[in-house]
């Protein structure tokens, strides 16, 4: 019998040192994570010696200005503490090089000085870029990049680019870009990063079916009731957020890529191998096997869209969604959505998937929780009670990441009473030690070559084909389906619980 974990893919995640350039270097997600990602990693020893990160941006500044930035912000949210000598170890291999994104000259003088970097400090000519600017700048970068011969790399070296999100902004702009991104790089050396995909309880989920011969036999529509997927935030749009998620929404900035890359890891049948394109294959099969939601009748029943309005959230008075600062006080830009997903294959035939991800809700957390269905009843239900509920297996991504299993027991006594417990794991408890932030893990990926956690162009495509439909008939219909509202510190419009009370169903509180 083979074995199916090969040496080509054991030992497929060892990173190689490289040059990484990072456009839009004086932003906050720079700042937050992106170097506090790399000082993590070097505080755990997996940072290649000699990797330079260089930081591309329009103000002025040194690099010892540059370094100092990010050194403040680096104490104070760093995963493993500031140590000075480990800082001091890397920080003489950070640089800062000043250039509008739309400078041809600007790129030219960063392929002189990274030729530079290498010869005086040591290095192979690997390029890893960074794409953390504003999206209306991605093309003009990637254009730059190739005309300036910084996506080919030199003999025995690579050139990759990391794409942020929003890659597009529906299916055109989506098609758009990665015509630009693979007219500049192939698609093997582009990644489009999506950071759920790097939690830790989602690079379990894989572990948890298919290494475990108690869940896989179970994962199908014979024994599974529903599917729900939970993505809640208890933030508005503080600190100027508004003017962004104003054009985008609750679908296009949290369903198409965050949400949809989860419900395909769950969904998803066994992949061949453990090979990125192994993996993604399966995970845009269950894309493609949504069924479409591309009428408003169909969109009416099986979506819902709503705002918030003026509530409390953790004690503190906040504003609805359409005084909030930056956002037009006529918006029809939702706030929450909810959603029914049926996947039309043998494994989940007839089995809902229920998606719903909101902003200002009474606390923040993403789960999966998985509902078998209730074994006969003619045993139990006769008792005082009947049977309190059905297994849940609970998936927590965000925060406190675990996995609990609610099953049925016996309460201690002389009477026959049945009580829900719960088994429960979590990885800061099992393991002594905090999970890695999502992009120490991508970045450490993106260097080593390993795509299998960044979306692959079709699974984009088919995620905003699949979005597209729900969008048109919001905003493009002659008479789109209301919008609900909902009291800020609530769990959303009573519209997205009338959404489940139709299949004999509830939400389930995280």
């Given amino acids: 019998m083979s074995n199916p974990f090969r040496e080509d893919l054991v030992s497929r995640n060892r990173p190689e040192a490289c040059s990484i350039v990072i456009f839009g270097a004086t932003g906050d997600l720079t700042h937050r994570k992106l170097i506090p990602a790399l000082y993590n990693l070097a505080a755990d020893g997996e940072l290649p010696p000699q990797t330079k990160i260089i930081g ?19 104490r104070k949210v760093s995963r493993t503490g500031h140590n000075e000598e480990i800082w001091n170890s890397i920080v003489q291999n950070i640089h800062y090089h000043t250039s ?32 953390a600017s504003a999206p209306e700048f991605f093309d003009e970068i990637l254009i730059s990049l190739k005309q300036a011969g910084l996506n080919q790399a030199a003999d025995g070296c690579w050139a990759r680019v990391i794409v942020e999100k929003p890659f597009g902004t529906d299916l055109a702009t989506a098609q758009h870009l990665n015509r630009v991104v693979n007219d500049t790089f192939q698609e093997s050396d582009t990644y489009r990063i999506d950071h759920y995909l790097g939690k830790e309880t989602a690079q379990n989920l894989m572990v948890l079916r298919f290494a475990n011969a108690i869940f896989e036999p179970l994962w199908n529509s014979r024994y599974i009731e529903q599917i729900q997927i939970t993505c809640a935030e208890n933030l508005g749009m503080e600190g100027g957020r508004g003017g962004y998620y104003d054009k985008s929404g609750a679908l296009r900035d949290m369903v198409q890529n965050h949400l949809l890359q989860l419900l395909s890891l769950v969904a998803m049948e066994p992949p061949t191998d453990l090979s990125a394109d192994g993996v993604r294959d399966e995970k845009v099969k269950v894309i493609r096997s949504l069924r479409k939601w591309d009428t408003v009748e169909k969109v009416t029943e099986n979506v819902v869209r709503a705002q918030y309005t003026k509530g409390s959230v953790s004690g503190k008075v906040v504003p609805g969604y359409r005084e909030e600062d930056r956002v037009n006080p006529e918006s029809q830009t939702e706030s929450y959505v909810a959603l029914r997903l049926m996947i039309d294959t043998w494994r989940w035939n007839g089995v809902p998937f229920y998606i719903r991800v909101g902003k200002q809700l009474p606390k923040k957390g993403t789960e999966i929780s998985v509902h078998f269905k209730s ?29 609990s299993l609610r099953m049925l027991s016996k309460i201690p006594g002389t009477s026959l009473r049945l009580e ?39 699974e984009v495509e088919e995620a905003w084909r699949f979005i597209d439909h729900i969008e048109n008939a919001w905003h493009q219909s002659p008479t789109p389906p209301p919008m609900a509202e909902y009291v800020a510190g609530t769990w959303g419009p009573s519209a997205a619980d009338e959404l489940l009370d139709a299949d004999g169903n509830q939400w389930r509180r995280i």
């Fill in 56 to 74: 591309f941006a329009r103000r002025e500044k040194s690099d010892e200005e540059f370094r100092a930035g990010l050194e403040e912000l680096n």
């Fill in 100 to 131: 509008e994104f739309t400078d041809a000259d600007g790129y030219k003088r960063l392929a002189e000085r990274l030729d530079a970097i290498d010869a005086e400090r040591g290095g192979k000519g690997n390029r890893l870029f960074y794409i």
């Fill in 375 to 403: 074994p006969p009843g003619v045993l139990f239900n006769a008792l005082p009670g009947g049977v309190p509920g059905c297994n849940v297996l609970a998936i927590r991504i965000q925060p406190d990441e675990g996995i």
């Fill in 420 to 458: 829900p417990v719960k088994m429960d794991f979590q990885y800061s408890t099992s393991f002594g030690k905090a999970s890695p932030e999502a992009y120490e893990r991508l970045l450490l990926d993106a260097m080593a070559g390993d795509a299998t956690l960044f979306a692959r162009r079709d």
